[in-house]
């Protein structure tokens, strides 16, 4: 799908104003959660490891690995072992 959108001309001014704009839509839309962190680097083109590389290179820290992140990684690894993939 292709949008058309109107910029102001001073932002029209820039080097890259369309790209600006597409950065801009895909850092609010994963801040808000409108996008998943795979749908806002697949907007901009970008690999998981390179997004969270332009999300860091914009001091953008709004995920924190917290106690429930570490305990779903935990049950995670906990169910690889239990098939095999994994050594105990």
């Known amino acids: 799908m292709q ?3 109107q910029l ?3 932002l029209a001014q820039h ?8 950065e801009a839509l895909a850092i609010e839309g994963y ?3 409108t996008l998943s962190h795979f749908q806002a680097g697949q ?6 490891l390179a997004f969270d590389e332009f999300l860091k290179a914009r001091n953008i820290f709004d995920h924190e690995y917290d106690a ?3 305990a779903q990684d935990m ?3 906990r169910q690889l ?6 050594p105990a």
């Open 31 to 33: 801040r808000c959660g």
């Open 43 to 48: 907007l901009l083109g970008l690999s998981r």
């Open 81 to 86: 072992r239990a098939k095999g993939h994994l």
């Open 8 to 10: 102001p001309d001073d």
């Open 68 to 70: 429930e992140d570490f």
């Open 3 to 5: 949008i058309t959108v």
């Open 75 to 77: 049950e995670t690894l």
């Open 15 to 22: 080097a890259n104003p369309g790209r600006e704009a597409l």
